[in-house]
C-alpha cells in the first residue's frame, strides 16, 4: 500500500506512541491530545487510504486483505527506525490494534483500545454501506454518518464538531472508504484473540451507538483485560469529545 501519509514528531529519545483513527475521520483526531503527548512520546499518526493526506486506493485495485493496514504500519515503522512502540487506536483504528496484539506483540510496549470490537457491525451492514457511498457519494452521506460518531452532549457543548468532521468526511474518497468498509464487514478477530502478557487498555464511550459499551465488554472477556474503562456523555471518539480525560486515561496507564 503506497503513498499513506505519516507524521513523526518529538523526541527521538523518548517512548514512540502510534495513534490509529477511524474510519472516515483522519490524523487530525488526535490534535487535542497530541501537544501533551510529546512531553513524554516521541508521537506517530497516520492517515487510512484516502482519508486525510494519504493517497487513495486505486479503483481498480483487489479488495485489501485481512493483513494490508497492520503489515503496511509495521513496515513504516521498520522504515523509521521504531522497533517497538504504544499503540492507541479507536474503532478501525482498534481493529489494527487487535492485529498488533496477536500478529507483533513483540513490536508493542502496550496497546490502549478505544471505541472498537473483534467484530463491529454485520458484513451485510457494511457492504451496504459501500454500496451506498459509492451510488451516493460521501458529501452526501456525511450529515447522516458524522451524527453517529458523537453524543448529543459532545453535539450541544461543542458547537463547531459535527460541522468540522462532516467536511472533512465529504473529503474522504468514496473507493477507499467503501473498500474499507468491505474489510471491516470481513473482520471477524474473535477466534484469533485471547489472554495477552501485553498491557491492554480498553475505553469506551458512555453512549457509543457503534461501538457499544457491551461489545467492548465481550472485547475485555475476549482479551481477559479486568477493567473497561467507560467515559460518560461521549460517543464514538473519545480523542475530540474527551481529550483531556483520555489522556489522562493513556498517561495514568502507561506510567504504571
Request: with cysteine; hydrophobic share 40%; glycine share 8%.
Amino acid at each position: 500500500m503506497k503513498n499513506l501519509f505519516f507524521t513523526l514528531e518529538g523526541d527521538s529519545s523518548k517512548p514512540a506512541i502510534v495513534l490509529g483513527h477511524p474510519l472516515g475521520m483522519n490524523s487530525r483526531v488526535w490534535d487535542g491530545i497530541v501537544p501533551d503527548l510529546l512531553k513524554q512520546f516521541r508521537v506517530i499518526r497516520w492517515d487510512l487510504p484516502g482519508h486525510g493526506l494519504s493517497a487513495a486506493l486505486d479503483s481498480n485495485s483487489s479488495p485489501l486483505t485481512a493483513n494490508a493496514l497492520v503489515d503496511t504500519l509495521i513496515e513504516k515503522c521498520d522504515e523509521l527506525g521504531i522497533k517497538q512502540f504504544h499503540y492507541v487506536g479507536t474503532s478501525i483504528g482498534g481493529m489494527i490494534g487487535q492485529q498488533l496484539v496477536t500478529q507483533y506483540p513483540e513490536r508493542l510496549l502496550s496497546a490502549t483500545l478505544t471505541n472498537t470490537g473483534a467484530k463491529i457491525g454485520s458484513k451485510d451492514a457494511w457492504l451496504t454501506r459501500q454500496q451506498d457511498v459509492m451510488a451516493l457519494g460521501l458529501k452526501s452521506m456525511a450529515a447522516t454518518l458524522v451524527l453517529r460518531w458523537f453524543s448529543e452532549h459532545s453535539v450541544q457543548t461543542k458547537p463547531a464538531l459535527a460541522s468540522y468532521w462532516q467536511e472533512q468526511l465529504a473529503h474522504v474518497d468514496d473507493f477507499s472508504y467503501g473498500a474499507l468498509c468491505a474489510w471491516l464487514g470481513n473482520m471477524d478477530l474473535t477466534d484469533t484473540l485471547g489472554p495477552s502478557s501485553l498491557p491492554i487498555q480498553l475505553i469506551c464511550g458512555e453512549k457509543d451507538v457503534a461501538t457499544t459499551p457491551e461489545l467492548m465488554g465481550t472485547l475485555a472477556s475476549l482479551l481477559q483485560v479486568d477493567k473497561l474503562e467507560v467515559i460518560n456523555q461521549i460517543g464514538h471518539v473519545p480523542s475530540v469529545e474527551s481529550p483531556d480525560q483520555l489522556t489522562s486515561l493513556l498517561k495514568n496507564f502507561i506510567s504504571q
